[in-house]
């Protein structure tokens, strides 16, 4: 039972656009939400977060946008750069159990000069 | 600040065999979490100690074992290694463990290959 899913496995995007990952979650018990970006032979590296009491968090060129309802979050990138290319993991966690996170399966994200 | 360092970065084992993995947290941090990441199944918590109590356990069966020290470092065991434990362990730690007030640091993982 897949509780967090990435549907799009990858995404290629010009530099200077804007990109979107996005992210579905079937939980409703999940209140708290994270971006976390992986180079290989590296850990995933915390991007942004956002708490179910938001439904936007912005920081830099980085901007998680939560729906509720639709049980939806997606991550956009603006302006997208060459170095933003990498894996993009989606996690979530009921903040009452802890510092469990529940990943998707991850998009990789390439951004072509 | 030093990272979240794992050792060793790689090993090699074969079927039934048992291994040790290794992750010291970033100074301070009590909260250790491990995960696992093969391609079929992303990345799953496997477990989380925190002040060398586990806390918190994934759907794993009972050959996936850890601990934690008193100085905040921690170490998995698998016992009778199966093919499909081929996967990259990543340790991640933070200052108390709670999603929402304190982000984890994730170690570079160790890639486990059972042959």
């Known amino acids: 039972d897949q509780q967090v899913k990435q549907n799009s496995p990858s995404l290629s995007v010009q530099e200077g656009r804007i990109s979107i990952l996005n992210c579905d979650y079937t939980?409703?018990?999940?209140?708290?939400f994270l971006w976390y970006k992986k180079y290989p032979a590296e850990g995933p590296t915390f991007l942004i977060s956002?708490?179910?009491?938001?439904d936007k968090n912005e920081d830099g060129r980085f901007t998680v946008f939560l729906n509720k309802s639709a049980k939806h979050l997606s991550l956009h990138i603006v302006p997208s750069q060459p170095g933003d290319s990498a894996v993009y993991f989606c996690?979530?966690?009921?903040?009452?159990?802890?510092?469990?996170?529940?990943f998707g399966e991850g998009t990789q994200l390439t951004v072509n000069p | 600040k030093a990272g979240v360092t794992q050792t060793p970065r790689y090993l090699i084992k074969t079927r039934g065999q048992q291994v040790t993995l290794s992750c010291s947290p970033i100074?301070?941090?009590?909260?250790v979490s491990w995960y696992q990441q093969t391609p079929g199944q992303g990345l799953q918590f496997l477990f989380e100690?925190?002040?060398?109590?586990?806390?918190n356990k994934g759907n794993f069966p009972g050959r996936f074992s850890g601990r934690q020290f008193s100085n905040s470092r921690s170490e998995m065991n698998v016992s009778t290694l199966e093919l499909g434990d081929s996967a990259l362990y990543l340790c991640?730690?933070?200052?108390?463990?709670?999603?929402?007030?304190?982000?984890?640091?994730f170690g570079p993982g160790t890639r486990l290959t059972v042959l």
């Open positions: 991640a730690s933070s200052l108390v463990g709670l999603a929402g007030v304190n982000e984890q640091f």
């Open positions: 939980n409703s018990m999940f209140d708290y």
């Open positions: 956002i708490s179910s009491i938001k």
């Open positions: 996690a979530a966690s009921e903040m009452a159990s802890g510092s469990r996170l529940t």
């Open positions: 100074s301070g941090h009590r909260s």
């Open positions: 100690y925190f002040s060398e109590t586990q806390r």
